[in-house]
């Protein structure tokens, strides 16, 4: 399995922004798709924003706030979190699907929104 890291969590107050990064043991440049989780201790993970070729997909609660940008010759993927909520508080988890079917998850990095 390739390996994944994120980093770039932390804690920051409500209204603040994170600017979280994965990066890859190896190209990313021809993956299926990238994206970005989340999970919330009780909660199951869900998709906070995935990109595959043309398309870029928010989750509907943070359309407008988060961005999903790659950086392929760096083989890293980023998610600018803007005007945190307290919901947003979660691990967050990098997603790579090499081919179909075929992925990779970093282990996740924490996130707490909190004043």
Known sequence: ???????GGGLVQPGGSLNLSCAAAQSISNTYAVGWYRQAPG????????HSGP???????????????????????HLLMTNLKPEDS??????????????SWGPGTQV???S
């Open 1 to 7: 399995q390739v390996q994944l890291e994120e980093s």
């Open 43 to 50: 909660n199951q993970r869900e998709l906070v924003a995935d």
């Open 55 to 77: 398309s870029t997909n928010y989750k509907d609660s943070v359309k407008g706030r988060f961005t999903l940008s790659r950086d392929n010759d760096k083989n890293l993927v």
């Open 90 to 103: 979660a691990v967050y988890y990098c997603k790579v699907e090499w081919i179909r079917g075929v992925f």
């Open 112 to 114: 707490t929104v909190s």
